[in-house]
């Protein structure tokens, strides 16, 4: 179909459901519908990961975004607002300015990397992905943990992220908490 | 086999959508939800980069999870700001927030 390749063609459905649905999770008046638009966009985004041979990524994708941070959303759109009842004006005054920046924003990125990226001579934005292995993209969750404890590799950035994690959790349960006054009203 | 301008392109337009979404959107949360759009658009690119560049080392998926903790830490932090500020002022509307105007 259009000489187009199998992977291709699905390549091509999945982005549009995911921009599709990302373009309804920012003009949705409903907020618990556009937090349902954006699990669906993620899922999309998830399944780009596994094109890419990224199933670990994937894996957590699914695990924090779907099943974390969207149920956290939706929590809070329903502690928030009565929102199956309000009908609100969901875009401020500056929607237009904002529509034409982000198309300008994206027509000059395209527009930078296909005719002027990369820098490097004799690689072609139209490069495909190297033949390689595939033990070695079976390999990469491996070398990836071993990256993570590595001291010549990432172990101090990962010791932060699992200190900003706890900083975030006890920050987050101080500053959501009932004042004490609040609670005894 | 997928070229790798399809990745970049399809990242670029996510990107855009969010940048839309967090500019233009006047509930807080949405705007959230709108970061959270711009943090994936970041991901694509890093593991695009990874599979079509360093397939042999894991620089790419290794900073794609730390963009995954970030993205958890901030949500959680984001929400309950949301709702402090919700339970203080009655309103998550970005524009009704100006306490500091004055």
Known sequence: MFGLEFDQIFFVLIAAVTLGFSVLVVTMRNLFHAALALMVA????????????????????????????????????????RIMSAEEEPFNGQAGLAAFTAVIFFAFTTYVFINYWPAVP???????????????????????????????????????????????????????????????? | MIPMSWYLIFSAALFAIGLYGVMARRNAIAILMSVELLLNAVNINLVTF???RTPDRSVGLAWAVFVLAVAAAEAAV?????????????????????????
């Open chain 1, 122 to 185: 004799a690689v072609s934005p139209l490069a495909m992905a190297p033949e390689v292995d595939p033990a070695m993209i079976d390999n990469s969750v491996v070398l990836l943990g071993q990256a993570f404890v590595n001291p010549n590799a990432y172990v101090l950035p990962f010791e932060v992220a699992s200190v900003m994690l706890l900083a975030a959790l006890v920050g987050s349960v101080f500053i959501a908490k009932p004042r004490i006054q609040e609670a005894e009203a």
């Open chain 1, 42 to 81: 993620f899922l999309g985004v998830a399944v780009t990961y596994v094109t890419l041979g990224a199933g670990f990524l994937a894996m957590a994708q699914l695990l924090v975004y779907i099943g974390a941070i969207s149920i956290l959303i939706i929590f809070g759109i329903m502690m928030t607002r």
């Open chain 2, 78 to 102: 984001g929400l309950a700001l949301i709702i402090s500020v919700y339970r203080n002022r009655d309103s998550v509307i970005a524009e009704e927030l100006d306490l500091l105007r004055n």
């Open chain 2, 50 to 52: 990874w599979r079509y």
